[in-house]
């Protein structure tokens, strides 16, 4: 008896992966492509970074807020997160401030805009930390 795989299955098949790929992106791991030169020398323009989303808590992609936060950034951490003005940036955390909020600066002071600009930056604005770096 020959085994074969029915056009429904296969699109079961497909679907599942999907679905298990997509909560993998938004749970668990992100890959992010670098733009600009803040991060010079240690991160060049075009890289692309694995973010892992739950190093710090657990956070939903719609929410503002962390549902579990279970570490803090550690000074020289590279971290993804969200600026100010909503942008996506990648710095070196410098430091925790007293009020749950960090410093982000970029590697290369001369062409980085980060907390020397716009301030410290909320710890729930993380989106996660870049391996590797």
């Known amino acids: 008896m020959e085994h074969t795989v029915t056009e429904r299955g296969a699109g079961r098949a497909i679907l599942a992966a999907f679905s298990i790929a997509l909560m993998i992106k938004l749970f668990i791991f992100d890959f992010v492509i670098t733009e600009g030169q803040s991060m010079l020398p240690a991160i ?12 710090y ?8 807020r ?16 969200y600026t100010p003005m ?5 710095k070196r955390c410098a ?8 410093i ?14 716009y301030g410290p ?9 870049v391996l590797g770096n």
């Open 121 to 129: 930056i909320p710890i729930h604005n993380i989106i996660g930390k």
């Open 86 to 90: 909503g942008d996506i940036a990648v």
């Open 57 to 64: 808590g657990l956070r939903f992609p719609w929410s503002e």
């Open 66 to 81: 962390y549902l579990f936060f279970w570490a803090m950034p550690k000074k020289g951490d590279v971290v993804i997160f």
């Open 104 to 117: 982000a600066l970029g590697d290369n002071s001369l062409q980085s805009y980060d907390s020397r600009s």
């Open 44 to 55: 060049q323009p075009g890289t692309v970074l694995m973010v892992d989303r739950r190093y």
């Open 95 to 102: 430091g925790i401030t007293a009020d749950d909020k960090f």
